[in-house]
Structures are given as structure tokens and as C-alpha cells.
């Protein structure tokens, strides 16, 4: 059974502070994935990593870096929050073979920058 | 410019009757696309899926519609139940190592 864990459920950030928001995936995945969610907006993929230290830009890059050292973990990061970057946030991962393009998500953090 | 296009942002449905959720997309060179569904304060889970090869796929009261002449593909559900009460995203991806591109979301409501 595959498992996306998030280092968070919740979190409350001060603008202009460092966030740090790790995921990590059991299931040896290749692909992992950064989305944000906010109403009416859908999904918005912001990173996604094919291998380890390896990152491509997603449709949202802005305001966001990303660290993948390890193949199991992928780590979003928020240089200097912004009130802006109020979200829910999603990781995902993904076998990475044409005939499996299911993404498994974590359970998401809230993260709500005042 | 939206690939995906989930062009109803919430649905409300009888519980016992049809749901049929909708997608369109623009890009051809999609062939594969799936359905997740979503809870509040939780991540996506997976509901179905069709290969661009098929045009339906079934699965318990899940029927997933491709019609790839008008691009557009539609999830069925029967019955619909309290429980399927959530956010339901369309999403398409081409051959390869490519992102899933998703809709913005259907919100449905059973109501009992």
C-alpha cells in the first residue's frame, strides 16, 4: 500500500519566514510532485522532480524552490513566505512507467501565512 | 490557457439517481485520463482511469466515458451515495514522463 507522508497537517508562518514542506514516499517511486489547492482554482502543479536532485518548473515556480537529495523525499521550499502563498499544499508520487500514471497524493498541509 | 476543462464548478444530485460528471479537453495528444476524487483537509485519491484505446471502463458504480472525436470524457456514477459527496477532478497526461494536467474541480452533493 503506498504511503505519501507530510511533515505537516497544519501550519501558521510569518511573512517573510523561511517554510520548509517535506514529503516522503515509501513505494520507491521515481516521479514526485508539488501542487497547491485553493478554491476554484484546482491543482496547480508549482515543481515535480523525475530523480534524485533532479527539479523541472511546474506551471507556478514563482516564490518557490525545491530539494530533492534523497529518492524518497521531496522537499518544497518557501524562500520568504508571502500572504499569498496561503494554501493547501500537496505531494505527490508516481511509479514513472508509461503504463502506470497513477499519482498518489499525501494528505496535505495547510499552510497559512499571516 | 486551460488544457482541462471541468466547465461545472458543483453539481447536486438525489441520492439513488445518475452523477455524471464532465471534462473536455483541447489537446489531442493526450491518451490517457483519470478521475480523483477529493475530500476536505484531505489529498486526492485515485477513482478511475480509460486509456485513449477504449472509450468506457467500468468499475463497481464508477463508469468512466471517453469520446475522443469531441474530447470530452464523463465519469457515471450509479447510484449516487452520500458518501461520494466530494471534489471530483478530471485529469489527462501524454505518453512518457509528463505531469498530470488537471481540471479545476466538480464539487458534488448527494443529497439523501
Known amino acids: 500500500d503506498v504511503k505519501v507522508t507530510q511533515s505537516s497537517r497544519y501550519l501558521v508562518k510569518r511573512t517573510g519566514e523561511k517554510v520548509f514542506l517535506e514529503c516522503v514516499q515509501d513505494m520507491d517511486h521515481e516521479n514526485m510532485f508539488w501542487y497547491r489547492q485553493d478554491p476554484g482554482l484546482g491543482l496547480r502543479l508549482i515543481y515535480f522532480s523525475y530523480d534524485v536532485k533532479m527539479k523541472e518548473k511546474g506551471d507556478i515556480p514563482e516564490g518557490y524552490s525545491v530539494s530533492r537529495e534523497k529518492k524518497e523525499r521531496f522537499s518544497l521550499i518557501l524562500e520568504s513566505a508571502s500572504t499569498n502563498q496561503t494554501s493547501m499544499y500537496l505531494c505527490?508520487?508516481?511509479?514513472?512507467?508509461?503504463?502506470?500514471?497513477?499519482?498518489?497524493f499525501g494528505p496535505g498541509t495547510r499552510l497559512t501565512v499571516t | 490557457d486551460q488544457q482541462v476543462k471541468q466547465n461545472s464548478p458543483s453539481l447536486s444530485v438525489q441520492e439513488g439517481r445518475i452523477s455524471i460528471l464532465n471534462c473536455d479537453y483541447t489537446n489531442s495528444m493526450f491518451d490517457y485520463f483519470l478521475w480523483y476524487k477529493k475530500y476536505p483537509a484531505e489529498g486526492p485519491t485515485f477513482l478511475i482511469s480509460?486509456?485513449?484505446?477504449?472509450d468506457k471502463n467500468e468499475d463497481g458504480r464508477f463508469t468512466v466515458f471517453l469520446n475522443k472525436s469531441a474530447k470530452h470524457l464523463s465519469l457515471h456514477i450509479v447510484p449516487s451515495q452520500p458518501g461520494d459527496s466530494a471534489v471530483y477532478f478530471c485529469a489527462a497526461i501524454y505518453s512518457g514522463n509528463t505531469p498530470l494536467v488537471f481540471g479545476k474541480g466538480t464539487r458534488l452533493s448527494v443529497i439523501a
Open positions: 480509460i486509456s485513449s484505446i477504449k
Open positions: 505527490a508520487s508516481s511509479l514513472g512507467t508509461e503504463s502506470t500514471y497513477e499519482q498518489y
